[in-house]
């Protein structure tokens, strides 16, 4: 009789004369492999006297408890807050979050989805902005429709245009629409814009909106006056010193995310400027930091947590091939950091 401890399921699979995967379908009970493979298989299983690894039975175990959540990177609040939203669904159902950041890399979110679908985790969740790139839509629609067909769910936050699955939306475009119009109420006429890389859906969509209520009362964003750095606190810096050495001309400067704002406060504070005095400055996300700022910082609010808690209730809510998607407002909130201009100014 064979040494139990050192058979391997790839000597029963050579002694049946057959691959590694039909011995793992029959031996998990899987009903879809033919009466005579499944009779090899047994046969060489009980030949050579093999028995299943029990702890890589129960890290298979564990892998369907296990839910996947890939997001651009977990150090930034906005992130960190739908972390936190979806991990308190998934613990209220006895599931596990694996969490993984990609720093904004497509090529990593497909290895990513790609690894989770090979581990059987029951469901995916991709929190944060889809690419404007068609070879990664391409790319990660062929990781998650075998996925979906073989029983997985995905849920994401933010727009994910080539993706069938169930969405959570926030509303970037209407709610950068709706802060230019309360910038604009406030006496500003000239604005500039620190964005994050153009080819994410999130920026697009944001500076679409904010563009689009400028033009409504006859003013122009242009080119010019958008200066794209990194999407992080580092970038914002970057991107309002790249404006104050250009010349500053607005008098309102829009950052498309509150990191992003934080770094342009910092910068200027540190050129000795004053907000609202000199210019004014205003963000996106109200992640939980700004309101403690000095001066607070008036942003777009998005119920960060809330928009976790969704994604995960519908990746847990089977719907069958019906696509749900779930838009959130946001809300446009006025804080010290944005002030009023003198007509003529």
Request: aromatic fraction near 4%; hydrophobic fraction near 45%; charge should be positive.
């Amino acid at each position: 009789m064979a040494d139990r401890t050192h058979v391997t399921l790839q000597d029963v699979a050579r002694a049946a004369a057959v691959s590694p995967a039909t011995v793992s379908r029959v031996l998990n009970g899987s009903a879809n492999v033919r009466d005579d493979l499944r009779a090899r298989v047994q046969d060489a299983a009980g030949r050579l006297a093999y028995a299943p690894n029990a702890h890589a039975q129960a890290l298979a175990g564990a892998s369907r408890r296990t839910v996947g959540v890939i997001c651009h990177d977990v150090s930034d609040p906005y992130f960190a807050m739908i972390a936190r939203g979806i991990m308190r669904v998934a613990g209220d159902n006895g599931l596990l979050v694996m969490l993984a950041s990609t720093f904004r890399d497509a090529d990593r979110e497909v290895a990513y989805v790609s690894m989770l679908r090979a581990q059987r985790a029951p469901a995916i969740l991709l929190i944060g902005s889809g690419f404007e790139d068609k070879s990664w839509e391409r790319s990660l629609a062929a990781e998650i429709d075998p996925y979906l067909r073989g029983g997985g769910r995905v849920a994401v936050v933010s727009r994910h245009r080539s993706l069938r699955v169930d969405s959570v939306l926030p509303e970037n475009r209407e709610g950068a629409a709706a802060l230019a119009k309360a910038l604009l109420e406030m006496g500003h006429r000239r604005f500039a814009v620190l964005a994050g890389p153009r080819d994410l859906t999130t920026v697009s969509d944001r500076i679409a909106g904010f563009r689009s209520t400028l033009a409504s009362a006859g003013l122009t964003l242009s080119e010019e006056d958008i200066v794209e750095a990194g999407f992080t606190r580092d970038g914002g810096y970057d991107a309002m010193n790249t404006l104050l050495t250009r010349g500053l001309a607005a008098t309102c400067v829009f950052a498309v995310t509150d990191v992003m704002a934080i770094g342009a406060l910092s910068a200027l504070r540190d050129k000795g400027m004053s907000v609202p005095g000199d210019v004014s400055i205003a963000g996106f996300d109200d992640i939980p930091i700004v309101r403690d700022l000095t001066p607070a910082l008036t942003t777009v609010a998005l119920p960060l947590e809330q928009l976790g808690e969704r994604a995960m209730e519908l990746a847990l809510r089977d719907s069958g091939r019906r696509r749900r998607i779930l838009r959130v407002a946001g809300e446009v909130v006025i804080r010290a950091s944005t002030g009023r201009v003198p007509p003529g100014n």
